[in-house]
């Protein structure tokens, strides 16, 4: 596998387990879980229910991923990079094509700094309840919200 970048203070701390911010608590969220793994699907949709969200949908593949966010429209994605059939990343440029959408990528792989990447949070698995925490606030919170393409990826501009 691919080693990610890993080049943002705010990707540090979500990964070193940062403390969760008031965003979480203030309101149930729906999420769809993009993972090809049923095992590991399952144990996010319980993880993503005890801190007080709820799975809307599980997608496999790529095209699943892109078919449910349409149909129920999800507050939050959060998508595993790599997939059987497609991509987390092409199933997330897919989506925002549509409609713009808080999400979140976990990866199994290394996560190194100092490289380019697209500044969505980003999480290494195994990850724990914090660190989830920490991620969907950044995502539902941060002042990113611009998506534009460039060179194939996703690159999100700061907003006003």
Not at 15 to 20: D, I, K
Not at 39 to 52: C, K, N, P, R, V
Not at 113 to 131: H, I, W, Y
Request: hydrophobic content about 45%; proline content about 6%.
């Amino acid at each position: 596998m691919t080693d990610l970048p890993f080049d943002s203070q705010l990707d540090r701390w979500i990964n070193e387990g940062g403390a969760c911010g008031p965003v979480n608590a203030a309101r149930s969220l729906s999420v769809l879980v993009v993972e090809d793994d049923a095992m590991i699907a399952m144990l996010y949709a319980e993880l993503i229910s005890q801190i007080g969200h709820q799975v809307c949908g599980i997608a496999g593949t790529e095209n699943d991923a892109v078919s449910m966010a349409g149909r129920l429209l999800p507050e939050l994605i959060i998508a595993d990079l790599g997939l059987r059939e497609g991509g987390g990343t092409m199933a997330i440029r897919r989506i925002l094509r549509d409609r713009m959408v808080p999400h979140l990528f976990v990866t199994g792989s290394a996560i190194h700094p100092g490289k380019t990447r697209d500044p969505a949070g980003m999480l290494r698995k195994p990850f724990s309840e914090d660190q989830l925490m920490a991620a969907i606030t950044l995502a539902i919170a941060g002042p990113l919200h611009d998506a534009t393409e460039k060179e194939g990826a996703v690159i999100f501009m700061p907003g006003d």
